[in-house]
């Protein structure tokens, strides 16, 4: 029965949204009427409301419905989809600015004269407009308006003419910043947890280890790492349509001509170029440029790209030319006076104590008054034309509405879904399926695509996105990244605006298409531009660093980067090491030997034990990497042999698993029955009980008999890697930070030297003052002792003294007798400290200067420009841990 009500909640949904019956109500109507109908189906027929739900009851799931809608907004972490609001007003007054208008000519005068160029223009056109507005249905309808007449003029195929306006102008759904891939974010931070949950559970069925090591883990993804990952992408697609259009164009001169530009390039021509580049430019510049250095997070993005829309509107709207861009000059102007004050002075505003911080303060006041200025001016110019700021306000708050709606009707819609098993129905169909990782992500790309002829692409990421992102995220095998997955769902996705027949692009353009172009020819057109997608999507899919490369280095450069000792870092980091060994020429082997040959005579124990400690661990550490080469290729050795074996005992397992599950959820049944059910019915239950006991037993039975020695072999093989690995970690950690703490005792030499007339003057205060006094002033320089690396010996004599002035012993003899142990020792470090800055200190430093980028790397505060962009295209790669599982 649980499928039967599946399967009302399917057809209702489909039909809801079939007759045209709005998509934000369709979803949780489907949802609530379904779980009504099953309660009140199990409470006539079963006696029980529970019956016909795959675990808990109706109030249980439309509670959880409830909790799934509060999540949406009620949560802090899921503050990402405050952008949304922020883009679709930028989008929108960037649209009523006819930004759209002034490119398209400029562009096509631009590559007129080129074969094809009149449709390069339209792409380009169409990837600036997705990058600042990002509405389809706008763009399209401006590009259909504008450019469509002049190709069709021009002898341009229809066919071409119509599939790139269409293609075009759903760049927007790639190209950040998109509200497609702020949804997407949001959808798979909550499929990242349960995918997280899923290879926990794995890995423990799998090893019997109850905690699964954090380096396997399953990561999260953001908005603006959507962004990032979806940058590249998006100009890989505009690079294959304008490459298309151009190579039809030369091979079909006739269907795509190049137009001369009756006008001259001259100055003026120039100039207006760079008028209407230059402003949605520097835009996109400020948005994605402050996401991907860091300075901004998405939302502080939107707000950026919100203000500087409305600036814009400010200077183009205006049909009076009289003090135009006066508003535009007086906002540029307070970012620049912002931009000297931060590079200038300290300007936080809590920590100013000189009148040098308070200047930098004032200035930034001056260029924050100004930028406002000119925001608010440029904002009452655009409310007093047409009244335009009240409609962009009003088409967003609508918009914004449409989207928040649809994402809270589908929350109930999973919640639905879930109560009667299908989320499991969907995994065991996937994890059923031959093939592994791959063939189901295939199978899901093509359920996207397919959706995409009939549903919307806010359908496709809230509802199908839920069920199958966990599954596909848990995965070791193919160990993917959300990021890169959100990605290829987005460009999936993007195709359901050309497929007919309810291909949305297709439909805005045909209200204003002339009608000498068919609806046939349309679809002609989309054909190709749909084929270049489908391209794009396997090149992404086979290359998945185009996607995940800017993240990570976005990442790793940030302040905020992760630091080296970060679990996930580690493999890539060994790596890395190992790459820098075999290319310095053997510089800092040499390094080491020389650290060998440091005059240690006249130093004291501790500095040589240290010295003597670090050089050992780094020839442990030397030693340890060629251990990893050797266990890493008797791990490669034997992985062929292993995989099909290990492949063939999970898949027995993971049937097992099944049919477990089943047996399970039938003596859930079986218990539920009441007691006048029929005893055919008991004992069909009870059949089909024995049948799955059996099942599973015969299962077991065909695990291979070598499996446990292969097994155990190739764990011996693993853990002598890791064993290898950790050996390595330890010895380089070992080798740096000795070494580095005899440096900083040298580095501490001046400080120490200063503390001399302090400490002898000690020797008078203990004499003479007042117990609580002496005891006082022996604290606090034993505490300054206390932060000078080395000082050790001093601090502890200090706090002999320290105690002996104490109100317990106010004993000033034997005070004064730990302070002379305390001179002794400052007069002994002070001799080799002295001693130790021209016998020790040059060959140390070239020395730990070797380590610091090696061997070393994992103990430093922070990656290096040169770790950071190695390690982002290293974990570009999805890496496979099926062989851990």
């Not at 440029?378 to 335009?388: A, D, M, P, Y």
């Not at 996705?493 to 949305?504: D, H, K, V």
Request: negative net charge.
């Amino acid at each position: 029965m649980e499928l039967f009500f599946l399967l009302v909640l399917i057809v209702i949904m489909a039909t809801a949204l079939g007759s045209g019956y709005p998509v934000a109500f369709a979803l949780p109507g489907a949802a609530i009427i379904t779980i009504v109908l099953a309660a009140i189906s199990g409470y006539l027929f079963a006696g029980n409301t529970d019956a016909y739900f795959h675990s808990g009851g109706p109030s249980e799931w439309l509670s959880a419905g409830v909790l799934n809608l509060r999540g949406v907004y009620w949560e802090v972490e899921r503050d990402t989809l405050i952008a949304i609001p922020l883009f679709i007003f930028m989008g929108i007054m960037l649209q009523r600015s006819k930004i759209a208008e002034d490119l398209l000519v400029t562009m096509a005068q631009l590559f007129g004269p080129v074969p094809g160029g009149l449709g390069i223009s339209v792409v380009f056109v169409g990837a600036l407009l997705a990058a600042t507005t990002g509405i389809v249905g706008a763009t399209v309808v401006a590009m259909g308006m504008i450019s469509l007449p002049a190709m069709l003029r021009n002898n341009y195929s229809p066919s071409l003419a119509t599939g790139t306006i269409a293609a075009s102008g759903t760049l927007g759904q790639i190209i950040p910043p998109s509200i497609v891939l702020i949804i997407l974010a949001d959808q798979l931070a909550s499929a990242t947890d349960q995918a997280s949950t899923a290879r926990k559970a794995l890995y423990k069925e799998a090893t019997g280890e109850l905690q699964m090591p954090s380096v396997f883990d399953v990561s999260s993804t953001s908005a603006g790492e959507m962004f990032l990952g979806a940058f590249v992408p998006g100009l890989l697609l505009v690079a294959i349509y304008m490459v298309y259009i151009l190579v039809f164009a030369l091979l079909k001169p006739s269907a795509a001509p190049a137009v001369p530009f009756e006008g001259a390039y001259d100055r003026k021509f120039i100039g207006r170029v760079l008028l209407t580049l230059v402003p949605p430019l520097a835009l996109i510049f400020l948005v994605l440029g402050s996401i991907i250095s860091g300075i901004a997070t998405v939302n502080q993005a939107g707000a950026i790209g919100a203000a500087g829309a409305m600036v814009m509107a400010g200077y183009r709207l205006p049909e009076n030319k009289d003090k135009l861009y006066y508003p535009a000059f007086l906002a540029l102007i307070g970012i620049g006076i912002i931009a000297f004050a931060l590079a200038n002075y300290d300007m936080n505003v809590k920590a100013a104590d000189s009148a040098d911080d308070m200047t930098g303060i004032w200035i930034g006041v001056l260029g924050t008054v100004c930028l406002v200025v000119g925001i608010a001016w440029s904002g009452i110019r655009v409310l007093n034309i047409e009244n335009t700021l009240h409609g962009v306000m009003m088409e967003t708050a609508k918009t914004t509405a449409l989207v928040f709606v649809i994402l809270l009707g589908a929350a109930m819609l999973t919640a639905a879904f879930r109560a009667f098993g299908g989320e499991e129905l969907v995994r065991d169909f996937l994890n059923g399926l031959p093939g592994g990782f791959w063939t189901q992500f295939i199978i899901v790309m093509a359920v996207i695509f397919i959706l995409g002829f009939f549903l919307d692409f806010i359908e496709i990421a809230v509802v199908v996105v839920p069920i199958v992102a966990p599954i596909l995220l848990a995965d070791p095998s193919a160990n993917i990244t959300a990021v890169w997955l959100g990605v290829m769902i987005g460009l999936n996705i993007q195709t359901s605006f050309l497929t007919p027949p309810f291909g949305f692009a297709l439909f805005y353009l045909r209200g204003v298409a002339p009608a000498v172009v068919k609806t046939v020819q349309m679809y002609k057109g989309v054909i190709a531009f749909i084929t270049l997608q489908l391209i794009a999507l396997t090149i992404v899919g086979l290359y998945p660093q185009l996607v995940n490369y800017l993240p990570n280095r976005s990442s790793f450069l940030s302040d905020s980067a992760p630091p080296p000792r970060n679990p996930r870092l580690q493999f890539c980091l060994d790596q890395f090491v190992m790459d820098k060994l075999a290319k310095d020429g053997g510089a800092t082997i040499a390094a080491i030997e020389a650290a060998k040959s440091i005059n240690l005579d006249g130093m004291p124990k501790d500095v040589t034990k240290l010295l003597t400690s670090s050089i050992g661990d780094a020839e442990d550490a030397i030693g340890s990497l060629d251990d990893i080469t050797v266990t890493v290729d008797a791990v490669s050795q034997a992985e062929p042999e292993f995989r099909p074996l290990l492949t063939q005992v999970r898949a027995l397992e993971k049937s097992i698993r099944q049919a477990n599950a089943e047996k399970e959820e039938l003596e859930l049944v079986l218990r539920r029955l009441p007691d006048d059910a029929s005893a055919t019915r008991r004992m069909n239950l009870e059949t089909q009980i024995a049948a799955l006991e059996a099942e599973a037993d015969h299962l077991a039975g065909e695990i291979p008999l070598e499996w446990k020695d292969a097994y155990q072999t190739f764990k011996k093989l693993t853990d002598a890697e890791t064993k290898a690995r950790n050996s390595y970690r330890r010895s380089g950690d070992g080798a740096f930070e000795d070494a580095a703490e005899v440096l900083a005792m040298l580095d501490a030499t001046q400080a120490y030297l200063a503390l001399e007339g302090e400490l002898y003057a000690l020797r008078t205060v203990l004499e003479t003052a007042d117990f609580p006094d002496a005891e006082e002033a022996a604290k606090q320089l034993e505490r300054t002792f206390r932060n000078v690396a080395g000082a050790d010996d001093v601090k502890d004599a200090l706090g002999d003294v320290k105690k002996a002035m104490g109100k317990r012993k106010k004993d000033r003899e034997a005070a004064l007798e730990a302070f002379d142990e305390a001179i002794a020792a400052y007069e002994g470090q002070k001799e080799w400290r002295a001693a130790a800055q021209t016998q020790l200190r040059p060959g140390l430093e070239a020395y730990v200067d070797a380590l610091k980028g090696t061997i070393g790397a994992r103990v430093q505060p922070k990656l290096s420009r040169e770790q950071a962009l190695y390690l982002a295209s290293c974990t570009a790669v999805h890496k496979d841990l099926s062989l851990n599982f």
